[in-house]
């Protein structure tokens, strides 16, 4: 099976400040990646589908990029409400896989 | 609006079995495949099944094979997930999503406790 590895685990960073997390599969999956949002307490939310298509309502500062292997997830202007656990997920065949979680903070 | 609502989760001895469900509303529910996943206690989320819209293919992530089987119901716009022979690391909060590539909704999860 493909394994989806993300890093950092987690970051500290500035309200304002630009933020990347990368997610690296073992093997291509094309552009069958999401990132989701999970806030503290809260069911997981679909930021991000296709690499970089952005969910309707999801707010303009994430964006996403990659394909193949290597892909991030950035958020430029890094707001209080962004204090979550970001998880990126392949969907290119089963297992839906996803990676271990970065965890991001306000500094 | 789009609703996954899960119940069945509770406190169950090891080597018990547990049925969860998920209902759908606010959706074409026979159009889509669900998924279920779980996150254990302080952990990530792990992908456990997947059953296609028509509920002809489903696949399970190893560390359940064997034990949970994942079904729905179009007619009660209702996935299922049945928990065979639980251990203590099955303890989690289970999640329903609907998605038949990324999972673009969720439910709220429901508790599953293994304990003695």
């Known amino acids: 099976d493909i394994q989806m590895t993300q890093s950092p685990s987690s970051l500290s960073a500035s309200l304002g400040e630009r933020v990347t997390i990368t997610c690296r599969a073992s093997?291509?999956?094309?552009?069958?990646l999401a990132w989701y949002q999970q806030q503290p307490g809260k069911a997981p939310k679909l930021l991000i589908y296709?690499?970089?298509a952005l969910q309707p309502g999801v707010p303009s500062r994430f964006s996403g990029g990659g394909s193949g292997t290597e892909f991030t997830l950035t958020i430029s202007n890094l707001q209080p409400e962004d204090v979550a656990t970001y998880y990126c997920?392949?969907?290119?065949?089963?297992?839906?896989?996803f990676g271990q979680g970065t965890k991001v903070e306000i500094k | 609006q789009v609703q996954l609502l899960e119940s069945g989760g509770g406190v169950v001895q090891p080597g018990k079995s547990l049925k969860l469900s998920c209902a759908v509303s606010?959706?074409?529910?026979?159009?889509?495949?669900m998924h279920w996943v779980r996150q254990a206690p302080g952990k990530g989320l792990e992908w456990l099944a997947v059953?296609?819209?028509?509920?002809?293919?489903?696949y399970y992530v190893d560390s359940v094979k064997g034990r949970f089987t994942i079904s729905r119901d179009n007619s009660k716009n209702t996935v299922y997930l049945q928990m065979d022979s639980l251990r203590s690391e099955d303890t989690a909060v289970y999640y329903c999503?609907?998605?038949?590539?990324?999972?673009?909704?969720w439910g709220q999860g429901t508790p599953v406790i293994v304990s003695s």
């Open positions: 997920q392949k969907y290119d065949s089963a297992p839906w896989t």
């Open positions: 093997q291509g999956i094309s552009s069958n």
């Open positions: 999503a609907k998605g038949t590539r990324e999972l673009d909704y």
């Open positions: 606010g959706l074409n529910f026979r159009s889509h495949g």
């Open positions: 296709g690499s970089s």
């Open positions: 059953v296609s819209y028509d509920g002809n293919y489903k």
